[in-house]
């Protein structure tokens, strides 16, 4: 199945004008998960699309923490790093919010960002002013701040859940990748999720910064507790709402013994397989949804395969595994629902090119 090819329009963003506008293709799809799984798209339509030199930071590639959502039925938010901007569907800026800063309302260096189910709150992680700041999106005002008051060595992601704040990361002071934040006093519980114990693993060298990098992965909430998916190696777990592992389950994507593709010297470090997750969900009390890229050696990586995979909630085991109609990297994936989800796409190679897409399609 292949997507129709779709007509870009062309504009220049007076958001960052001291910056050289390059040619950067922004549009926001939608599909149908049926594109991947049974069944065939008979039509689609974009219903979103921008270009210009809106995403600042870099100039071959998106900041990190740069990622988009549509909302509020017919807007797209994108976190540009250290602020908000808010496009309509004709790709009109409607509101910007949060500058650089230290001070309340300000972001340092945003990591990632969450956003309620109601959509009336929208709390980003500051990692460089270690803190969560929370605003409301539909007004773009400040709300409060979160104080992390422990060191974390890296930040990976930004979730609700129940009447906590969870976040990926890592710990300085436990092994773990999951730290819970309580909602109302906005004081750090516990941590869930052990890392790789390196101390079995036989390689000599491993520092901070490769444990960072390679210790990394997803969260997702499910009818019985949540879904907690490692990069390295690729594991899935499964707990309860009482934190107790219901099962785990080790996929055969990375050839075993894992430890093998991993090369380590005391200034850098190789890895010859990498499946990293780009989205985890729960589609319905039977079934979840993992993507990932294909793990291939990095000198290689002048295209990207992606896929999807289906897989049973009760066990964790593979029901099927497509690949995603997509060339070039994904930079962004979040299922929106059973039948649709969002794509943002780098077409080109790994580096040094410079046209970016976003797309939201429906069908």
Do not use: C
Request: net charge negative; proline share 4%.
């Amino acid at each position: 199945m292949s997507i129709r090819s779709e007509k870009i329009v062309y504009r220049y963003s007076k958001l960052t004008p001291a910056i050289i506008m390059k040619r950067i293709k922004f549009a926001a799809m939608i599909f149908s998960i049926s594109s991947i799984f049974p069944g065939t798209i008979l039509s689609q339509s974009i219903i979103f699309e921008k270009l210009g030199s809106f995403l600042s930071g870099y100039e071959h590639a998106f900041a990190p923490g740069a990622s988009a959502q549509y909302f509020d039925t017919d807007k797209v938010i994108v976190l540009n790093r250290d602020h908000f901007s808010v496009y309509n569907n004709s790709g009109d800026l409607i509101n910007s919010f949060g500058t650089q800063g230290r001070g309340p309302g300000d972001i340092g260096r945003a990591m990632s960002y969450s956003m309620s189910e109601n959509e009336n709150l929208l709390m980003v992680l500051d990692h460089q002013n270690r803190r969560i700041s929370t605003f409301n999106p539909k007004e773009g005002s400040f709300v409060e701040t979160y104080p992390i008051d422990y060191t974390v060595n890296a930040l990976h992601g930004l979730y609700f859940w129940h009447d906590y704040v969870t976040i990926t990361g890592n710990h300085q002071d436990n092994n773990a990748l999951l730290h819970f934040h309580d909602k109302s006093s906005k004081e750090y519980e516990f941590s869930v999720g052990e890392f790789i114990d390196w101390d079995i693993t036989g390689i000599q060298f491993v520092s901070r910064s490769i444990q960072n990098q390679l210790n990394s992965g997803k969260f997702a909430k499910t009818d019985q507790g949540y879904l907690l998916l490692l990069n390295a190696p690729y594991e899935i777990r499964h707990y309860s709402d009482e934190h107790t592992l219901l099962w785990e389950s080790t996929d055969d994507v990375i050839p075993e013994p894992w430890v093998e593709h991993i090369e380590v010297t005391p200034n850098s470090y190789e890895v010859k397989f990498y499946p990293s997750l780009v989205d985890l969900r729960e589609l319905n009390e039977n079934y979840f949804f993992v993507h990932w890229y294909e793990p291939i050696p990095l000198e290689d990586r002048t295209q990207w395969s992606y896929y999807a995979d289906l897989r049973d909630l009760n066990d964790g085991s593979l029901i099927t595994r497509k690949k995603l109609p997509f060339l070039g990297q994904i930079r962004d994936l979040k299922a929106l629902g059973v039948q649709t989800y969002q794509v943002i796409v780098q077409e080109g190679s790994n580096y040094g090119f410079d046209e970016y897409r976003m797309k939201i399609i429906e069908e």
